[in-house]
Nanobody, 125 residues
């Protein structure tokens, strides 16, 4: 399994931006579908965005489309989530996840076999 480490979370005002990073070690990124999930207190972990190992395909949950952009740099073993136009509903712990077995982007957390520790994103009104 790959080891994942997120960074870049923090406190931001509504309308602001943050860029999350996920460093991958122990495996090369080339064959992994990478995703971001988030979880807020009392709620289930939910899919946010994913990118195919080729980088050619991305998928976003409806509420972040047009605001969030996911990207990857396989040479650096890094993935990123640029978050713009943040609002309080985006407040959550954000997790980076890796899927080394699927051929297509999956939306369920159970599909992903490697997870980071998470980074807190708090958006104030």
């Amino acid at each position: 399994q790959a080891q994942l480490a997120e960074s870049g979370g923090g406190l931001v005002q509504a309308g602001g931006s943050l860029r999350l990073s996920c460093a991958v070690s122990g495996r090369t990124l080339n064959n992994y579908i990478m995703a971001w999930f988030r979880q807020s207190p009392g709620k289930e972990r939910e899919f946010v965005a994913a990118i195919h190992w080729s980088g050619a395909t991305t998928h976003y949950r409806d509420s972040v489309k047009g605001r969030f952009i996911m990207s990857r740099d396989n040479a650096k073993n890094m993935v990123y989530l640029q978050m713009n136009g943040l609002n309080p509903a985006d407040t959550a712990v954000y997790y980076c996840a890796a899927d080394g077995t699927s051929s297509y982007i999956e939306l369920l957390p159970k599909t992903y076999d490697s997870w980071g520790q998470g980074t807190q994103v708090t958006v104030s009104a």
